[in-house]
């Protein structure tokens, strides 16, 4: 696999929403094979820089998550092969 990411603001957000689905296992069999098995690796905002999601919110326009989301993917130089 090659070298994968996941926020832990979206892994919460799967968890979330598999719990209220009533498919806890399932999110349980996910950990096992992308983040155990795979090395998935999970990024985190430290409080340091909460201030940072703070000003891409205003500078972009942007929800929280997605600056959360942008700040994450600028902090450790992530971004999609896509674009």
């Keep these: 696999m ?3 990411v996941i926020s832990d603001f979206s892994l919460h957000s799967i968890k979330v929403i598999l ?4 498919r806890k ?6 950990v096992d094979d992308l983040i155990i ?4 690796h999970i990024l985190h905002v430290r409080y340091e820089a909460i201030y940072s999601v703070i000003e891409k919110m205003d500078e972009n326009h942007l929800d929280f998550d997605d600056a959360y989301q942008y700040t994450l993917a600028e902090k450790y130089n992530v971004y999609s092969d896509l674009i």
Excluded: T
């Design 2 to 4: 090659k070298n994968c």
């Design 19 to 22: 719990a209220r689905l009533g």
């Design 25 to 30: 296992e399932l999110f349980k069999a996910f």
């Design 37 to 40: 098995r795979c090395g998935l």
